[in-house]
């Protein structure tokens, strides 16, 4: 389903309907769905009126949470509400209600993820100008973003190789995402493994997903695979942009016009919870 102002309410009726399967959750990447991308992971912040209506929404579930890229603190001091449930690095870092939880996976990995960051740019500057480039170091992950060089497309084509033999070298693998690449453990934790764990943990019955990235995918295939498994009620719901990967539409149950759809859907999930409460 594609949504536009007629189907707004077609979108908001498939996910109350979800979230009425008490206990329910509802969780959110944060960039490109509660934020615009920004030239720079700092410069992300709210969309006017998204946090006002994440809250809203979420006080109407069991559990509300983000499931993101970022570091814990970084997102949690962006998103700053503190009820919320939040799972960084993709599944590798967890606040919840105040007790942090790191994956043991990520320890392990936070030597080489540092060594593997230092040797990328080493390498890389040897062949191109590092201008524009920016080296995220989330200690049990890592992103190198490259949107901002003054020749992406050129930059990405040098620096994607670097990055797979510093992976292969340090027992790390690799992802990418929109003008960026990413450092990770060798471990299967994703933003899948994690919303599967949350919906276990606490027998929820409904999920309501929101995502804009290839990293979303694998929340959106969890969704489904217990939906169809499981009886699960989850919707997936895609944000569309101009750097959209084509998987994150055809993964989608929802497609959203841009983050401006995103708040305008989660007032309408909050107004029809609201209504029956």
Not at 89 to 102: I, Q, S, Y
Not at 169 to 192: D, F, N, Q, W, Y
Not at 255 to 269: F, K, Q, S, W
Request: aromatic letters at 4%.
């Amino acid at each position: 389903m594609s949504t536009t102002a007629n189907t707004i309410e077609q979108a908001a009726a498939l996910c109350t309907d979800a979230l009425a399967a008490v206990p329910s959750g509802l969780f959110s990447d944060f960039d490109g769905t509660l934020s615009p991308i920004a030239p720079t992971p700092p410069e992300a912040m709210f969309y006017p009126g998204a946090g006002e209506a994440l809250a809203r929404a979420a006080a109407h579930v069991s559990v509300a949470g983000i499931i993101t890229g970022r570091a814990v603190d970084d997102v949690r001091a962006k998103v700053g509400l503190p009820e919320l449930l939040y799972v960084g690095n993709h599944g590798l870092e967890w606040l919840d209600g105040g007790e942090r939880v790191d994956h043991e996976a990520g320890l392990m990995a936070e030597t080489g993820i540092r060594d593997a960051m230092e040797r990328i740019a080493s390498r890389l500057a040897e062949q191109t100008s590092l201008e524009g480039m920016l080296f995220e170091n989330k200690r049990l992950s890592a992103s190198i973003h490259y949107r901002n060089a003054p020749d992406p497309v050129n930059i990405g084509l040098q620096l994607l190789p670097i990055v797979e033999e510093e992976a292969a070298a340090h027992g790390l693998r690799t992802t990418s995402g929109k003008m960026l690449v990413e450092l990770r453990p060798v471990a299967i934790v994703s933003k899948g493994t994690a919303l599967e764990q949350i919906v276990r943990q606490r027998q929820l019955r409904g999920a309501v997903f929101f995502g804009d990235d290839v990293t979303d995918v694998d929340g959106f295939r969890a969704l489904h695979r217990m939906r169809d498994q499981e009886g699960l009620k989850g919707v997936a719901i895609a944000i569309r942009s101009a750097e959209v990967h084509p998987d994150v539409i055809a993964e989608a149950d929802v497609v959203l016009d841009g983050v401006p759809d995103t708040v305008a859907l989660l007032n309408r999930i909050a107004e029809r919870l609201e209504a029956t409460a």
